[in-house]
Antibody, heavy 122, light 110 residues
Framework: QVQLVQSGAEVKKPGASVKVSCKASGYTFTSYGISWVRQAPGQGLEWMGW????????NYAQKLQGRVTMTTDTSTSTAYMELRSLRSDDTAVYYC???????????????WGQGTLVTVSS | QSALTQPASVSGSPGQSITISCTGT?????????VSWYQQHPGKAPKLMIY???NRPSGVSNRFSGSKSGNTASLTISGLQAEDEADYYCSSYTSSSPVVFGGGTKLTVL
């Protein structure tokens, strides 16, 4: 069965960086994309970006351009999301999700990881 | 990119039908047949319920249906059940972002 298992919770200080991993299993990793979505406490969902697991092409949300990098390791079927220059308003649960397309970004995310809480606090 | 507009809350009694709207513009909802709906229970990851406006993934109850008219998409849940109580989010492809979510709707089953 398809599973996305994310790394554990993180506590970071303002200005630091965080790297969250998302290990996929149960499907051919390179046949899909991976999107990252975050949810601040008590708030709605925010799309952060997408990476093609096929060729590594990326598409990031404009507000995060320059602070976020998404990568994949096809040898281990793992996706990574690194966010730099952390601020208090980056405190959120970060989700990875399988995008049904490896060619272009779509809003169709059919399997989700369990979420990773990132807390930014001094 | 502004979030799509959803009502903050809707409610219904067991067995009834409810509809949640998702209003955008011609640059997102109205311009593409790429609208998805997600269900999220407290403390859980979202679950895909509808994709491409009206398609249900395997395993999703046929009590859930989606439609679109102009710049507004809708999710209808018929035969409301207690387990349907959750937050619901719409999402659309956009010409700029390229993905945007709605603000979310809290469904209460009375």
């Amino acid at each position: 069965q398809v599973q996305l298992v994310q790394s554990g919770a993180e506590v970071k200080k303002p200005g630091a960086s965080v790297k969250v991993s998302c290990k996929a299993s149960g499907y051919t990793f390179t046949s899909y994309g991976i999107s990252w979505v975050r949810q601040a406490p008590g708030q709605g969902l925010e799309w952060m970006g997408w990476i093609s697991a096929y060729n590594g092409n990326t598409n990031y949300a404009q507000k995060l351009q320059g602070r976020v990098t998404m990568t994949t390791d096809t040898s281990t079927s793992t996706a990574y999301m690194e966010l730099r220059s952390l601020r208090s308003d980056d405190t959120a649960v970060y989700y990875c999700a399988r995008d049904v397309s490896f060619r272009v970004v779509t809003p169709v995310m059919d399997y989700w990881g369990q979420g990773t809480l990132v807390t930014v606090s001094s | 990119q502004s979030a799509l507009t959803q009502p903050a809350s809707v409610s219904g009694s067991p067995g009834q039908s409810i509809t949640i709207s998702c209003t955008g513009t011609s640059s997102d909802v109205g311009g593409y047949n790429y609208v998805s709906w997600y269900q999220q229970h407290p403390g859980k990851a979202p679950k895909l319920m509808i994709y491409e406006v009206s398609n249900r993934p395997s395993g999703v109850s046929n009590r859930f249906s989606g439609s679109k008219s102009g710049n507004t998409a809708s999710l209808t849940i018929s035969g409301l059940q207690a387990e349907d109580e959750a937050d619901y989010y719409c999402s659309s492809y956009t010409s700029s972002s390229p993905v945007v979510f709605g603000g979310g709707t809290k469904l209460t089953v009375l």
